[in-house]
């Protein structure tokens, strides 16, 4: 089995670095990166990358922010290795080690860390083909339900068939999100950004998603889209599965015939898309914890339904596009409104 690449991220010269001679010894495959551009052009092709924090010209905290902050790289586990770690405030995905550490301890640390990647790509792996599978009979059962549903049939054949076309796009909903929330919680959710000058098509897309889940409760969905608003960056496609999954909650909690409003408008240097309800609302004492729960991956299925990975990933999703989500609510039985901001392009 070939040794895993590492990239160190120092400006001591490697002939004269007692780490690099530690880890040649031990047969690792090393690259170096004196700054973060140098980094950036290797991390996707690193297994992990050590911040040597006393041999770099910048701060160590800093230069992993920096990468942090570029949605497009796919990080490896990060190690800190520092003389002096008091005071540091490490990130919480992040391992460190103090410097006078002996080598088994460093080589120990390396070989768990390296261990728990190559653990997280087999879950990987192996929910692709569980989701491979799993879809596989769902499109047979969609496109023969489709079909049956145009040929002439009773009223309970209808509502049959209907109800087996409902349950079986739930279920490929349920498959989708539980892919997206593993590669979330890996830290290896893509976007592809690029400008978007038209917001509303994107609320559109999301609309049409969402009204057949509307129609048999008899929810009306409305929209209003400020006129002549500049563009921001993002990825359509996941800017449409934010507001379809908001869409998506609020018909859930929406009365039959009450009705849910998308707003896009402008808020100063951001654009806004606000999702309300006329549903159940939400109590005060869970208002303050609920986008905090998504934050963190825990979900809250009293507000989600399904999985209750919905809102996680839409918070993930609107933090990857450098904006934010927020919720309001005025209490039980008065409904909900949920506010995605987006900074304008630059």
Request: with cysteine; hydrophobic share 45%; charged share 20%.
């Amino acid at each position: 089995m070939s040794k895993a690449r590492l990239l160190v991220a120092s400006k001591t010269p490697a002939a004269q670095s007692a780490l690099v001679a530690a880890l040649e010894a031990a047969q690792y495959t090393l690259s170096s990166a004196g700054d973060v551009e140098q980094a950036r052009a290797q991390i996707a092709d690193s297994d992990l990358l050590l911040i040597d924090h006393d041999h770099l010209e910048a701060d160590g905290l800093a230069f992993a922010a920096q990468l942090r902050t570029d949605a497009s790289l796919k990080l490896p586990p990060l190690l800190h290795i520092a003389a002096d770690l008091s005071g540091k405030a490490f990130h919480a995905d992040d391992a460190c080690l103090n410097a006078s550490a002996q080598t088994p301890a460093l080589l120990s640390m390396i070989a768990a860390l390296l261990s728990a990647r190559r653990a997280e790509r087999l879950k990987d792996d192996f929910l692709s083909t569980v989701s491979h599978e799993l879809r596989t009979p769902l499109n047979s059962i969609l496109g023969w339900s489709d079909i049956l549903m145009r040929q002439p049939r009773d009223a309970d054949a209808t509502q049959g068939l209907a109800s087996i076309e409902r349950n079986a796009r739930l279920q490929a909903q349920m498959i989708a999100d539980l892919l997206d929330a593993s590669r979330m919680l890996a830290g290896r959710f893509e976007i592809e950004l690029s400008p978007i000058d038209d917001l509303g098509f994107v609320i559109d897309g999301a609309i049409k998603s969402a009204a057949e889940a509307a129609r048999p409760r008899q929810i009306t969905i409305t929209r209003q889209v400020e006129a002549g608003l500049p563009a921001v960056r993002g990825d359509s496609e996941r800017l449409q599965q934010i507001v379809g999954n908001l869409l998506s909650n609020a018909i859930k909690f929406s009365a039959k015939g009450g009705s849910v409003g998308v707003d896009l408008r402008r808020d100063g240097d951001s654009l806004q898309i606000s999702v309300s309800d006329s549903g159940r609302g939400i109590a005060a004492d869970k208002l303050a914890l609920l986008l905090s729960q998504a934050r963190s991956g825990s979900g809250d299925k009293s507000r989600g339904g399904g999985l209750g990975l919905g809102l996680s990933i839409a918070v993930h999703l609107a933090e990857l596009h450098r904006g934010s989500l927020a919720v309001h609510s005025d209490g039980i039985g008065k409904g909900a409104r949920f506010t995605l901001r987006l900074p304008l392009a630059g």
